[in-house]
């Protein structure tokens, strides 16, 4: 069973930085993803990490947000700065449940398929 959990969220000034984390369990896998949901918006890819560490993000955190993954420890990061109000979101990060391409497709979810608990992010102007 997978799970997935993810942590460090918080509040912030806009031009901060904040670090998540994400600890998983149950799957086997190269590629992992991270998502954020704000209220009332549809879920949102952000960022996506495969093989030899190979990044892929929205346009709009490019050169901002900065994934990594420690296998040793099967947890995924998610580096954040320059933090922006419309960043404000729901953070959670993914697993891909059908082959394809280890990459984030702007207003689809691509191969990811589950998700886990996320992290409240939230940045004030």
């Known amino acids: 069973q997978v799970q997935l959990v993810a942590t460090g969220g918080g509040s912030v000034q806009a031009g901060g930085s904040l670090r998540v984390s994400c600890a998983g369990s149950?799957?086997?896998?190269?590629?992992m993803g991270w998502f954020r949901q704000a209220p009332g918006k549809e879920r949102e890819g952000v960022a996506a990490?495969?093989?030899?560490?190979?990044?892929s993000y929205v346009d709009s955190v490019k050169g901002l947000f900065t994934s990594s993954q420690d296998n040793a420890k099967n947890t995924l990061y998610l580096q954040m700065d320059s933090l922006k109000p419309e960043d404000t979101a729901m953070y959670s990060c993914?697993?891909?449940?059908?082959?394809?391409?280890?990459?984030?497709?702007?207003?689809?979810?691509?191969?990811?398929?589950?998700w886990g608990q996320g992290t409240q992010v939230t940045v004030s102007s």
């Open positions: 149950g799957y086997s896998t190269y590629c």
């Open positions: 993914a697993v891909p449940t059908r082959f394809g391409s280890c990459t984030i497709i702007p207003g689809r979810v691509g191969i990811f398929g589950s």
């Open positions: 990490i495969g093989r030899a560490n190979k990044t």
